[in-house]
């Protein structure tokens, strides 16, 4: 996976560096001590740069370089064993051009930090260079990145060549350190010109790992190709001068493409990857703060190394340095994943089908979705989704969600604003779990989908949910096991619901309000609220419910229609009371009569929706359809919620109009 980032910086120092020790050589005929002026260059600089030997002749046109060595403090080293340069001549009086460049015992030290490992040598036994053509004179203001860059993208080249090279590297420390070494296949990079090459090729490498129990193993990585690739932008980074000059956007690579990626560790770890690509990545410079990256970095590998983990507030640091490349530093095209299998000791084992990545921009991913995924626990007990899908995921907000949450866990939660702003959707098909109970919990759809401004409550909402699974789930002894059909071993949950906000008329409109249980009942509302002004869906709690508390009840229309519950419900209590289910249902009617018969005495308009109530509690797997309304608008919903947790509840229909629906 280090394939892109070696190439870009053997590329670099091994063309770029040409520029570090003057081609005006070439001219002037002078070889030793122009080379020798332009390390100096270098040396100024805070570089360390030296050679043993220069010759050149001017007749066959060939030039000679050995042991060349050169270094910058924190930017990386390079060694050439030898570099002989043939066929040179002089293109018109600025530019110089070489047939063949060829470089033996080619010695690469990255950047630190940019490889992701502590230590990392690249080596390369033979290179190169056909059809290279440069300036005649390197830059000589600067430091060594600014050179290398100017020079670089003045540079052409038809291709370079390395037919095999090695790679080691190592990260953590004492027992926690990994050493790396990997074995690559033929390199090959396409046509260079303005720091950019059109293609590189790596054909398959293969890898070891050595390290604490667990960690070591092997593995390969297929054949690498990548279009469009701009060396520049890793010298940019390089240099904080350049960084915060490179304001706007530059394209990393147009495409990037691997296949079969394998990795096997003598713990019983195992990953597979059979085909990955991305494209259209993209960087801002001056939104990249690598300084404190490695800073960062540095302080945690040292928590690490002495077993400890990071306090809150470096934690936070870390999360924000992440939520600021994520909104500001980073631009993505998409990405995708094809056919990921992997193992884990104890028999865990899992595989995904697909694994795909919408474009990146603003810190916003517009799409990221799973498809196939399959999985075996360790006591053999399987699981399977045909999809999960998540959309318009805010990384960088949910990044410094993260950091609010480690600086301040206790306030986590305490208003839900911020968790919407993270998210715009999400989707899981074709779910298949295991539970306890033996029987498997099966989700077929479950979508949800909202809208909100930053920071804010969402304005519109939609959910669907199709599912089921064991009755024995819901616990006995919580209140929503009252509607559970509890004579069947398993049950159908359906579920719709939506709710928009009308700026214009400051009203919001419930509708489906949908729930059914198979063999149970389905229940469907439509609730309409006045009054609702932007206040309600504000950043701050206090306002927030202020504007709830002007809320307004229009009207409430309810379908409740039983599907058997009804029934197996009064045979358990008929059970308990040692009465039958007919005593029962007749004791409950007579019940709601006498606690209803006051209210319809006192407003006989409400007769028809209490006779409709008593006849659905008479008679079981019937419908009841009711309509609340206002008897006194404005109805606060806040006045509604005081009176349903008061001692009276019903008080409340004093407030109410209660209809049924006119026939058909």
């Known amino acids: 996976m280090r394939k892109p980032f070696i190439i870009a910086l053997v590329a670099l120092l091994i063309l770029g560096i040409g520029g570090y020790f ?55 080293a390079l060694k050439i064993g030898t570099l002989v340069a043939s066929g040179v001549e002089r293109r018109g009086n600025e530019r110089v051009f070489a047939r063949d460049v060829a470089l033996t015992d080619v010695a690469l030290s990255p950047p630190l930090g940019l490889g992701g490992i502590d230590t990392s040598e690249y080596r390369a036994p033979r ?5 290279l053509e440069f300036p005649m004179r390197a830059p000589v203001d600067g430091t060594p990145p600014q050179i290398a860059l100017s020079f670089l993208r003045q540079v052409t080249a038809e291709r370079v060549d390395i037919p095999v090279s090695t790679n080691t590297g190592s990260s953590g420390t004492g027992d926690t350190r990994i050493v790396s070494e990997e074995t690559n296949g033929a390199i090959r990079l396409d046509a260079l010109a303005k720091g950019r090459f059109a293609r590189v090729t790596a054909e398959p490498s293969r890898f070891t790992l050595s390290g604490p129990t667990g960690s070591s193993g092997k593995g390969s990585v297929g054949r690498v190709e990548i279009t469009g690739f701009d060396v520049a932008a ?62 960062m970095r540095g302080q945690l590998e040292k928590l690490a190394a002495a077993g400890r983990e990071a306090p809150p507030e470096e934690a936070a640091e870390l999360f924000r340095l992440i939520a600021s490349i994520y909104d500001e530093g980073i631009r993505i ?43 075996t626990g360790p006591a053999g007990e399987s699981f399977k989704m045909g999809r999960f899908a998540l959309g318009g995921l805010r990384a960088g907000t949910l990044m410094t969600l993260l950091a609010d949450t480690a600086e301040h866990p206790a306030q986590v939660g305490r208003w839900p604003a911020p968790f919407f702003n993270t998210l715009e ?26 809208t909100a401004e930053p920071d804010a409550l969402p304005t519109r909402i939609s959910a669907t949910l199709r599912m089921s699974g064991p009755t024995a789930l819901v616990n006995s002894g919580k209140s929503a096991f009252a509607l559970v059909p509890g004579q069947l071993n398993r049950a159908s949950i359906a579920v719709d619901f939506g709710a928009a906000w009308n700026e214009a008329a400051n009203t919001v409109v419930v509708e489906p309000a949908y729930v059914e249980i198979s063999d149970a009942f389905s229940l469907n509302l ?18 927030a419910l202020a504007g709830a508390g002007e809320v307004n009840l229009d009207a409430l229309d309810l379908t409740l229609t039983d599907a058997g519950l009804y029934d197996q ?44 109530f008593i006849r659905f509690v008479q008679k079981p797997m019937g419908t009841l359809s009711l309509r609340v309304t206002p008897r006194n608008p404005p109805l606060p919903m806040l006045l509604i919620v005081e009176a349903l947790n008061s001692e009276d509840p019903l008080s409340l229909v004093d407030e109410l109009n209660v209809t049924t629906p006119a026939a058909p």
């Open 234 to 295: 890793v010298l940019i980074l390089l240099d904080s001068e350049l960084r915060e000059a490179s304001d706007a956007f530059i394209t990393v690579h147009d495409s990037i493409a691997m296949a079969d990626y394998e990795l096997t560790l003598d713990g019983g770890v195992s990953q597979r990857i059979k085909n990955m690509t991305m494209k259209e990545v993209a960087i801002r410079p001056s939104a990249i703060p690598v300084e404190e990256i490695l800073a």
């Open 425 to 450: 959707s999400l989707s899981i098909d074709k779910l298949e779990a295991p539970t306890e109970q033996g029987s498997p919990l099966d989700i077929d759809r479950f979508a949800l989908t909202w």
């Open 22 to 76: 003057g081609i005006g050589l070439y001219v002037n005929h002078v070889a030793r001590s122009e080379v020798d002026s332009a390390l100096g260059t270098l040396r100024a600089g805070g570089a360390t740069a030296s050679v043993e030997d220069v010759r050149y002749d001017l007749f066959a046109g060939r030039f000679e370089m050995r042991g060349l060595s050169l270094a910058g403090p924190g930017q990386g």
């Open 333 to 375: 095209g998409g990405m995708s994943l094809d056919t990921l299998d992997a193992t884990a000791p104890g028999g865990i084992a899992f595989s995904l089908g697909a694994f795909t990545l919408g474009a990146v921009e603003g810190g916003r991913i517009d799409s990221l979705t799973l498809d196939k995924l399959a999985g």
């Open 127 to 131: 290179a190169a260079i056909t059809g």
């Open 569 to 612: 419900k009064l045979e358990e209590a008929a059970k308990e009371q040692g009465l039958k289910p007919e005593e029962i249902r007749q004791l409950f009617a007579g019940f709601a009569d006498l606690l209803l018969g006051q209210a319809v005495a006192d407003r006989p308009e409400l007769g028809p929706a209490v006779d409709a």
């Open 526 to 543: 439509r609730l309409s609220l006045s009054g609702v002004d932007d206040s309600v869906f504000s950043t701050e709690p206090d306002e």
